[in-house]
């Protein structure tokens, strides 16, 4: 299926500053090695700074299935179709607040509802916590009677790896699958197996092996032996019959291969997959959304996939 590699011969002076955030956490990660989880927290809060707020969209703070989400709704929008958004922080960090205004402009240019999911975080909970979380909202749409096909799964990072993991779970318990999968910069290889991991080591302001191990270590706990089960690492999958797969990367990124190799292991299993890597482009750089011409021109992409899919 479709693959696009977006090169852009200058970087413009907004997408910029993404790479600069990123190294001010990395600096800032380098000099406190002994920094608590409510330290990392903190810090990838910091994560909603490169998104300018969407005009026109409201948002609603909620319990959905028993879990804390915000809701956010675009002025107009089509409160029937929902984007159960899962934020990247590497199953640990990050929250709804930090990937709110960015569930906002995805909602507000697919013209849909988006709810973000405060999922329980490790290392309190390992897991598979995250996934149940998602299972029980995406278990409380249906029953409110909002349709299978009207629902995508969408999230960045290591919410990425749970937007598509999360539909491998609903298929396990036998529920109709949704529309519509999208994954930002998915992190999906617990093995840390990827080619760019070292390719791209030079030019990724923020992923490094060690704080990916480390992650690693605070999702599975003491049982490493999760690193090949698919639904923790979804590289190791059966994606025969998956929705719809739209899948985007930076090429500067460390995790470009996991993109890739999704994509490839998507395509030879029949799935409509689309994936797209913008050249200079950091780790989920679809947040710098309302600020950097890459990042609107993405959205616009995305909103095109969508689109086409309702027809």
């Known amino acids: 299926m479709k693959s696009m590699e977006q090169t852009t011969k200058i970087i413009s002076k907004e997408a910029e500053y993404l790479r600069a955030l990123y190294q001010d956490w990395s600096d800032r990660m380098e000099a406190n090695p002994n920094m608590t989880i409510a330290d990392f927290r903190s810090l990838f809060d910091e994560w909603e700074k490169p998104t300018f707020e969407p005009e026109d969209v409201t948002y609603k703070t909620d319990k959905v299935g028993g879990v804390d989400v915000i809701w956010a709704y675009p002025i107009g929008c089509d409160k029937s179709k929902v984007l159960i ?25 697919l013209g849909v509802s988006s709810v973000v999911l405060d999922y329980r975080r490790s290392p309190e909970n390992p897991f598979p916590a995250q996934l149940e979380d998602a299972a029980a909202v995406y278990k409380a749409l249906l029953a409110s009677g909002i349709k299978a096909k009207d629902i995508g799964t969408i999230g960045d990072s290591a919410g990425g790896n749970l937007a598509i ?24 290889d617990m093995e840390l197996t990827g080619s760019t991991l070292e390719s791209n080591a030079a030019t990724d302001a923020l992923i490094t092996v060690p704080l990916l191990q480390g992650m690693i270590g605070m999702f599975f706990g003491d049982d490493s032996t999760k690193a090949r089960n698919p639904f923790a690492n979804p590289l190791h999958a ?38 797209s890597v913008v050249d200079g482009m950091q780790h989920v750089f679809p947040c710098l959304a309302g600020r950097a011409p890459e990042a609107d021109e993405e959205v616009s992409r995305i909103a095109a996939w969508y689109q086409a899919l309702q027809k």
């Open 165 to 188: 993991a999360s539909v491998l779970k609903f298929r396990e318990l036998g529920l109709e699958l949704p529309g519509a999968v999208i994954a930002f910069s998915p992190w999906l």
């Open 238 to 275: 059966d994606f025969n019959g998956f929705p719809p797969l739209y899948i985007n990367a930076g090429g500067v990124e460390m995790l470009l291969d996991d993109a890739r190799r999704l994509h490839a292991r998507a395509t030879e299993a029949g799935v409509q997959a689309t994936l």
């Open 85 to 109: 958004y899962t934020h990247g922080g590497g199953f640990a960090v990050g929250s709804s607040t930090s990937h709110r205004k960015l569930a906002g402009h995805m909602a507000k240019a």
